[in-house]
């Protein structure tokens, strides 16, 4: 953490930019990482009838590893290293506010399907996020719902997940 960081008349306090670029680079070494070695095991090499299935992906890996530490050093080491508060706690707040629900949203739809988690999720961020009324959130997620499941499924021929449980197989899609 880095003492408060002055801007306009008020103060924020948070982790500094260069070591969230930090942690971000060392994913980014760490992901290369893994692409190197999962092409080294398909075979990184150039066989009797050219490059092997993972010559490619190596290039990649070791591109990712490169830049991930220079990335690196110039976040911890480099002369302009970014001190300004990354994120404060109000602005985290947002963030959290609409990616837990996301998250929540892409779990759901494993279990109930896309129509019915979609339905709850549009309804629920009307309600709590947008501050609409209930009625109007649940009348507006029906609709763009119901023309959703008829674009998909009866006009374009194209199924959606339904999810485990399945609780429109009464409709017979």
Known sequence: MEPNQETGAESRTGV???IVEAIVATCIVIMGAV???GSWALG???TSDGPGAGY???YIGIILCISGVGTLYQ???GKNRNTDVFVDGEQLKRV???LL???VYVLAIQFV???MASAVYIALFMIILGKFSPIKSVITALIVVVLFFFMFEVWFKVPLFKGQFDPLSFLGY
Do not use: D, E, N
Request: glycine letters at 8%.
């Open 16 to 18: 500094a930019t260069y």
């Open 96 to 98: 959290l506010s609409v």
């Open 113 to 115: 399907g896309i129509y």
């Open 101 to 103: 629900p996301a998250l």
């Open 44 to 46: 990184s090499g150039w």
């Open 75 to 77: 976040a911890l080491l």
């Open 56 to 58: 490619f992906p190596f």
């Open 35 to 37: 692409v190197l070695q």
